[in-house]
């Protein structure tokens, strides 16, 4: 179990097996860490649950390995199953409220929002960080509302919860992200669909560190 | 909350809202019930998480005013964000165990079984009832296997626990079902796909009762 308090969302990776692209997820995200990911969150829309439990229960070998945060996405009963760090939830998912009665205070809930009346809605509900995007076009979640970088510096300022961006973020904008004070980046394709994650994670965590 | 032990498995409805058509979900449940329903599953696999807790907090209402005991398909968190009476689970959801773990010993749960080897399995891991089936071909689970009559009453004969059919049901072929000795029928387009889905239960319990 990784403390609460104390975590660094700098370099926050967030699995898509689909953009694998033959590679072993376990051995990713694995060298992902190895090449600087703080934490790392598993995603997955489309598994039956018994599958997503099982994938989830491999990662969560790899993450406990590094002392690494595992934050499971939209599913409570996954988080619980495995004992993850916490859930991240989205606005059509489980309501914060609701996820912080599952899970109890201990574990990590994290909420995606896309305005400053989101943020301080979820903020006020007890959420432990924020996910704020999509900043840049993605491929990955086409359907996400789009946040500007300015748009993301004013979510920092009116809040203090720590706050990851997300939506297309890659090592040639990287830097643009962090300073608009954001406590991290997370990260989808720009690791997970390298054929070097290791190297990949590691440039993102230097220019990450550079800010 | 429904007590778990003397739980009526006679007629267990499973909904399906695709087979409605047109009709409103809650009410065909409310006239199910009325019509003699013992139990309710609320089973979506199509729906975002916030959605399926919606609608399970308002079939909870329904059910709860009649005092039928709610069962959620699936999903553990929705089971708990509700305070559904059980949980049912199949062999590609989460294990039996986990899934106990999570709910703790209050809760009912069922497992979906299609062999004796599947139903003892599910009896030594502490299920509360088995779902047995597709006894009949069904359009709604066409992935399901299928088990004969013989095959079920097999079943029945050789574990200790509540057995309720599945799979094809309708009043035209209950009977046979109940002749093998099985607590309950579960239905899904007898009721839910009927236009009168009142007088579609009322048949059902009728033809039940008289096994």
Request: hydrophobic content about 45%; glycine content about 10%; proline content about 2%.
């Given at each position: 179990?990784?403390?609460?308090?104390?975590?660094?969302?700098?370099?926050?990776?967030?699995?898509?097996?689909?953009?694998?692209?033959?590679?072993?997820?376990?051995?990713?995200?694995?060298?992902?860490?190895?090449?600087?990911?703080?934490l790392?969150?598993?995603?997955e829309?489309?598994?039956?649950?018994?599958?997503?439990?099982?994938?989830?229960?491999?990662?969560?070998?790899?993450?406990?390995?590094?002392?690494?945060?595992?934050?499971?996405?939209?599913?409570?009963?996954?988080?619980?199953?495995?004992?993850a760090?916490?859930?991240?939830?989205?606005?059509?998912?489980?309501?914060?409220?609701?996820?912080?009665?599952?899970?109890?205070?201990?574990?990590?809930?994290?909420?995606?929002?896309?305005?400053?009346?989101?943020?301080?809605?979820?903020?006020?509900?007890?959420?432990?960080y924020?996910?704020?995007?999509?900043i840049?076009?993605?491929?990955?979640?086409?359907?996400?509302?789009?946040?500007?970088?300015?748009?993301?510096?004013?979510?920092?300022?009116?809040?203090?919860?720590?706050?990851?961006?997300?939506?297309?973020?890659?090592?040639?904008?990287?830097?643009?992200?962090?300073?608009?004070?954001v406590?991290?980046?997370?990260?989808?394709?720009a690791?997970?669909?390298?054929?070097?994650?290791?190297?990949?994670?590691?440039?993102?965590?230097?220019?990450?560190?550079?800010c």
């Amino acid at each position: 179990m990784v403390c609460k308090s104390g975590i660094d969302y700098s370099l926050y990776l967030v699995t898509d097996r689909q953009l694998l692209a033959g590679k072993d997820l376990l051995a990713t995200v694995e060298q992902a860490i190895r090449g600087g990911v703080t934490l790392v969150q598993l995603r997955e829309k489309e598994l039956c649950t018994r599958e997503f439990y099982h994938w989830a229960q491999r990662l969560k070998t790899v993450t406990d390995t590094y002392g690494i945060p595992l934050i499971i996405n939209d599913r409570a009963d996954i988080a619980l199953a495995v004992d993850a760090d916490g859930l991240h939830v989205g606005q059509e998912d489980m309501p914060l409220s609701v996820a912080r009665q599952i899970l109890g205070t201990e574990k990590i809930i994290g909420v995606s929002v896309s305005s400053v009346e989101e943020a301080l809605a979820a903020q006020a509900g007890g959420a432990d960080y924020l996910g704020v995007g999509a900043i840049f076009a993605t491929a990955t979640k086409r359907d996400a509302d789009s946040v500007s970088l300015p748009g993301l510096q004013r979510i920092k300022e009116q809040t203090r919860l720590p706050v990851v961006a997300i939506g297309g973020i890659q090592a040639a904008n990287v830097r643009r992200v962090m300073e608009t004070g954001v406590d991290g980046a997370a990260v989808v394709s720009a690791v997970i669909a390298a054929s070097d994650p290791y190297g990949a994670a590691l440039t993102l965590t230097r220019r990450i560190k550079e800010c």
